[in-house]
């Protein structure tokens, strides 16, 4: 059974309708990168998966969003423990204005996943070193993570997401505003990461949906055009529109 | 987009084999005229173009990667490079068999003419028709001709075991006749192998065209 199952789904801003009868199946511990123009609706989709959308007023969802088979938009969700099970990493790295080993220990305090103040210490050390960030941050953690570089920072909001043991992380971005290097590590990361966790990426950079996804899901003007093995889209995708736009011949 | 940056570096890579492509052709065609026709100095003119042919291996191969690390090519134009590069061995391939052909030429032409083959100049026909058929395939991106011309090679393999077998004949029979008939022995295994590098070519097309490897395949 797929981790994810959408069914059907369709997604509103006011009367504006953004996604188009979307269905999709995804599986667990995958890499599975959402590409398209902007505006095609991969971010508005992928706020559905955690209902991150609910934020933002006004809005409206029809069809099915299952994870582990329970349907998110079901009134008994508890929208709380969804986003601690389907974490979000966003393009702009957002550390709280507090120390580093505090944005991680944060998530960790407030939904009470500690019994001790030892056990809180070993999850802050172990979602840094999942994040692999440790190294570079341990003999500074009571510092400000303002401090850290974009790179860093991004990172520690990854272990940030890990501290409260999500099964789904959601990356929106996560590597745009970051220099070659940092990035690099970002997608190391991201394949690293694939083991313990579902991983959805939405990204512009073709090469790294490329590089690090196992499969990929191109949207267009809110609807899904094609969803397959990122090698077989790369190298010989099924649709026209897909190849056009993977190949930069979009007119 | 109407036009894109990698269009136009594509269509040169595309020029530079079908030149390639040209120069290998004439090369096979030049070496066999000059062995029917007993004309050295065709022959030695395929051995002196084949520095020509080598440079253009070169520059293709250097094209190839640089489009490969500049415009990372997807789908189709990625499928293109890479066929390019792996066809353009072949091709440099192919010239060097009619490069030995020539020289088989410059021995056999110091020893007195034996008659002629006819599988011999079927062979060589065959070998040029469809190199030429190939290329025009490639270019065409005609994956059901290019199998059709991988089917083809069937008559150049019968008619290299009919030469093989006429040759050895001759030898025993008439000893003396050794030393051409051990050089056309090669021409004829020449003419064969580029046959097999011809059906490469087709198989690149495929891929190309339809984003399969049929190379090693039970239909192929």
Redesign the interface.
């Known amino acids: 059974m797929s981790k994810i199952s959408i069914s059907n789904l369709d997604f509103y801003y006011g009367k504006a309708q953004a996604l188009y009868d979307i269905s999709l199946e995804l599986p667990e511990n995958e890499v599975i990168a959402f590409i398209g123009p902007s505006g095609c609706g991969k971010s508005t989709f992928l706020r559905t998966l955690n209902r991150m959308n609910d934020t933002i007023p006004n809005t409206r969802v029809k069809g099915k969003v299952l994870i582990d088979g329970k349907d998110v938009n079901d009134q008994s969700t508890d929208v709380v423990a969804l986003r601690r099970k389907v974490g979000m990493v966003f393009q702009k790295s957002n550390p709280f204005p507090k120390s580093i080993y505090d944005n991680v220990a944060y998530g960790i305090q407030i939904n009470g996943i500690h019994k001790t103040k030892a056990d809180l210490n070993e999850r802050v050390e172990k979602a840094l070193l999942d994040a692999a960030l440790w190294d570079e941050v341990k003999d500074r953690l009571a510092t400000s993570a303002f401090g850290l570089s974009g790179g860093q920072q991004q990172r520690l909001c990854i272990a940030r997401a890990l501290a409260v043991q999500p099964q789904i992380i959601l990356m929106d971005e996560p590597a745009s505003a970051l220099d070659p290097l940092a990035t690099q590590k970002i997608e190391e990361l991201v394949v690293e990461l694939k083991r313990r966790y579902t991983i959805i990426i939405v990204t512009h950079n073709?090469?790294q949906a490329?590089r690090v996804s196992d499969k990929t899901a191109f949207f267009m003007l809110g609807k899904l055009v094609e969803y397959n093995p990122t090698q077989k889209m790369?190298?010989?995708?099924d649709e026209k529109l897909?190849?056009d736009y993977?190949?930069?011949?979009?007119? | 987009m109407d036009h894109r940056i990698i269009d136009q570096q594509l269509d040169v890579l595309r020029d530079k084999t079908l030149l390639l492509g040209g120069a290998t052709e004439r090369a096979v065609q030049r070496a066999m005229q000059s062995l029917l026709t007993r004309d050295s100095k065709l022959a030695q003119l395929v051995l002196d173009e084949d520095k020509t042919i080598d440079q253009m291996e070169l520059e293709i191969d250097r094209m190839s990667v640089e489009i490969l690390a500049l415009q990372q090519p997807a789908a189709h134009d990625l499928r293109l490079v890479i066929s390019v590069a792996k066809i353009t061995p072949v091709l440099e391939r192919i010239a060097d068999h009619a490069g030995n052909i020539a020289e088989a030429t410059l021995i056999i032409n110091e020893e007195p003419q034996l008659r002629p083959f006819s599988d011999l100049s079927l062979m060589a026909d065959n070998a040029a028709e469809m190199l030429r058929n190939a290329l025009d395939a490639f270019i065409a991106e005609d994956a059901e001709t290019s199998r059709r011309i991988i089917l083809a090679d069937k008559v150049i393999d019968d008619a290299y075991r009919r030469v093989f077998g006429e040759l050895i004949g001759m030898i025993i029979n008439d000893p003396t006749t050794t030393a051409s008939a051990a050089q056309l022995l090669f021409v004829a295994k020449h003419l064969e192998r580029i046959g097999d590098y011809v059906k490469d070519i087709c198989e690149l097309t495929v891929y190309l065209t339809e984003a399969a490897f049929i190379k090693h395949s039970a239909r192929n």
Do not use: D, K, V
């Open positions: 073709m090469q490329a790369f190298t010989n995708p897909t190849e993977i190949t930069g011949r979009f007119g």
